[in-house]
């Protein structure tokens, strides 16, 4: 793997870990926003739904404003964003009261604008930083993964050691990651980057009418909502719906769903070659979908195992699908990368709000098929997933018989 700027890169990687601290750090206190301000599963569900629907909103903005702005400049908003928001989430019982719902949705909502603009310029600063597209992306997307290990593990052990009574703190804590990656961005030149293609409105709309790049949209949207369902709720299902302490809920559940899926964008996307894609996506859909079967039907140990792995099964799949359609469209500059981040975020969105409805439906109903009602709850919307990783997974083998079918076309023309 060549990078033809490496303060870029290794910016960037800070930043995707940035992200992930943005976007996981809410859902390590669902339990606690229950429990302690009576916040239900549906309003967190919801939050986690309106952080990826203004995330979305994001990238459609970044689809008319990415090539007229300096990717530094949009770096480096987004992450003092991001700082502000996580901020203001923080303060929420202090500034809003009882009304804490309230200051929740502002302070995720601001911070997910900043989520929302470094998913769609860090993407494009890798693809043009590196010679090696597929091979550097899963490595620099390897790089949230290693951010949701941290935000997981050090939020955890200090919950642990401090106690809830002190999670303002904890959390406030995690500014200095996006104020150091600030900092790093301030001494990095873009301006030896490989320069993109002018995109133009035709470009735009080309790749919006071609049947391949609308389903590499809908395979990242099942990617998106896949992941997320897992990242999102899976300290909750641990620790209220299997009983499992928190602590060890977090470690063996979430963290190790962090960790699998830093490791496995980290050791297989690094020697993934571009003619083994497709295969790779089709066996990450299948597997996915075999995890969820044990988080919603097996016992507490298969569902710890089935979360863990679902980190690993999923790893490969936002990287590569942008791989993919990049590769088919190199010359569609970064308007390709924005739509999709607008189809992945969608998936971000629907996915983990599902789930988070379902639950509080069957608790509403009553049902008791599995040993308590949230148990019941929390098992039944995470079964949501399955139809998810098979979508994606059909979508995959749509797209490698596409491409083969182009790829013989090609060979007979030439």
Same mark, same amino acid.
């Given at each position: ?185 301030? %001494? ?8 993109? &293609? ?58 190790? %769903? ?116 949230? &148990? ?39």
């Amino acid at each position: 793997m060549s990078i033809v700027n490496k303060k870029a890169y290794i910016a960037s990687c800070m930043s995707s870990s940035c992200q992930a601290v943005t976007i996981n750090l809410p859902a390590l206190l669902f339990v606690m926003f229950n429990v302690k301000y009576g916040v239900n599963y549906t309003q967190l569900g919801a939050l986690v739904l309106i952080s990826f629907i203004i995330q979305l909103l994001v990238d459609l903005i970044m689809v008319k404003i990415a090539d007229k702005l300096s990717p530094k400049l949009i770096v480096s908003v987004s992450l003092l964003t991001s700082i502000l928001g996580i901020v203001i989430f923080t303060l929420s019982p202090n500034i809003f009261g009882e009304n804490i719902y309230i200051g929740l949705l502002i302070g995720v909502g601001i911070a997910s604008i900043g989520a929302g603009a470094l998913e769609t310029i860090v993407s494009p600063i890798v693809a043009y930083s590196s010679e090696n597209e597929p091979k550097a992306m899963n490595i620099a997307h390897s790089f949230y993964g290693w951010g949701q290990v941290a935000v997981v593990l050090l939020t955890t052990v200090a919950l642990l050691i401090f106690g809830y009574d002190m999670w303002q703190i904890i959390a406030v804590s995690w500014v200095i990651l996006p104020l150091i990656a600030f900092i790093f961005w301030q %001494f990095s030149d873009l301006s030896n980057l490989q320069k993109e &293609e002018e995109s133009t409105d035709s470009h735009k709309k080309s790749i919006l009418t071609q049947p391949f790049f609308l389903l590499c949209i809908l395979m990242i949207f099942g990617c998106g909502a896949v992941e997320q369902i897992v990242a999102q709720w899976s300290s909750a299902f641990m620790e209220a719906g299997l009983g499992i302490p928190k602590i060890y809920g977090d470690l063996f559940g979430t963290l190790m %769903f962090a960790l699998m899926l830093a490791l496995g964008r980290m050791l297989i996307g690094s020697h993934i070659s571009k003619d083994k894609v497709y295969v790779a996506m089709i066996i990450s859909g299948v597997a996915s979908a075999i995890c969820f079967v044990l988080m919603a039907f097996g016992g507490n140990i298969l569902a710890c195992i089935g979360c863990a792995f679902a980190g690993f099964s999923i790893s490969l799949a936002w990287p590569t699908s942008v791989s993919i359609a990049s590769n088919k469209y190199p010359k569609a500059g970064t308007i390709l990368f924005a739509f999709m981040a607008v189809g992945g975020d969608i998936g971000c969105s629907v996915g983990p709000y599902l789930t988070g409805l379902i639950s509080d439906i069957s608790i509403q109903n009553g049902w008791m098929i599995f040993g308590n009602q949230n &148990e019941t709850g929390l098992r039944i919307g995470l079964a949501v997933g399955i139809i998810f990783a098979i979508i994606f997974a059909i979508v995959s083998f749509v797209l490698y018989k596409l491409d083969r079918r182009d790829r013989m076309i090609d060979e007979k023309t030439t």
